[in-house]
């Protein structure tokens, strides 16, 4: 072991979805390219490196942007591509340990505590250089499956080694020894710290912290007579303190679909087209699982980034399309009658999920109570529409027409 305890991979894509446009085109490459909605209300998806050294970054409105960079090239994004992308990133990071934990498209960590051995002997190397290898082998299988640039981050625990990722980038790989971590984060400003926003960051600037070193010699009970409990995690961060788990995506406690877009949008029927298109994927996703739901949210972000959620409980658990579609539709609707304006977010989850054993509980209720999973005709295309996206891939199939006209 390189050190004493746990070992935890951060890789992260560098400017994913610019990447992604300047791998298709050559043009492109070396060009300060804005990935997004080109008209007035647009948003910057993504912003290549050239980009962001006028300032631009993702998130931004692309007019601010483009007032940072009138030379950057817009181009409207391409979600299949971006997923195809990182569904074989994803496939990537498999080969090298089971335990992955994706943290959005192009993000994931990576507990390799259990694995390390494994190349140790496969390598004959051990400590530093075993890492400094998965790393660099890592990147390179990224390379070959994608072409694409990715940074990692290798360290002893999450934070750590998110920290490291983004520290090396872009195209980087840095490894933190945890033993170095307290004296690594003295002088980085306090922004690093997991959890602690702008808004936070203003209120210690007041106080003249704005080193992770002032934090520290701030004192642990001033802080948190100041900012309360929070002040401990963030003490224990300064640290170079963090336990949290590698959470495996079975360990998921919740199903959902959002999507950030590239222009905003207020039309209703591509709204409901959109929607009925994310109740179908979290509806297969659930069939995949084996799991039924109990709940559904809706959630609505607004160009000011103002954001709403609206629920709906079920009657009875379901793995449905077409009771998820008739609830979500139904909140959609209620939505729109709000008249809140043109939407930057919309984005379905599901909760209250239970596997099989449970449902065996409800199958002793009586018959009406229980609709557990539907059956019939509605049950037969659920299978049958599964059976055909396994075999040929999402977009092979529309069945919004047979179920918006019953
Ligand atoms: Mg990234």
Redesign the pocket.
Known sequence: MSWPGRTIMHV?????FASVEQRDNPALRAKPVLVGGASKRGVVAAASYESRKFGCRSAMPMAQALRLCPNAIVVKGNYGKYSAASKAVFDVLRTFTPDVQPI?V??AFMEMTGTLHIYEKRWGVSGLPVLEKIGRTIKQRIREAVDLPA?VGISGNKFLAKLSSDLSKPDGLKILDPRDAENELAPMPVGVIYGLGPKTQDRLRQLEIKSIAEMRAFGEERLVSRFGEQARDWLRLSRGEDNRPVRLEREQKSIGKERTFFDNIGDPEELRSLLLGFTEEVARSLREDKLTCRGITLKFRLGDFSTFTRSATLDAPTDSTKILWAAAADLLTKWLHERRGALRLMGVSLHGLSGEEQLDLFAALPAEQTQVRTSGKQKKVDETTDAIVQKFGRGSIKRGGSLRDE
């Open positions: 992260d894509m560098d400017a994913f959005s192009d993000e940074s």
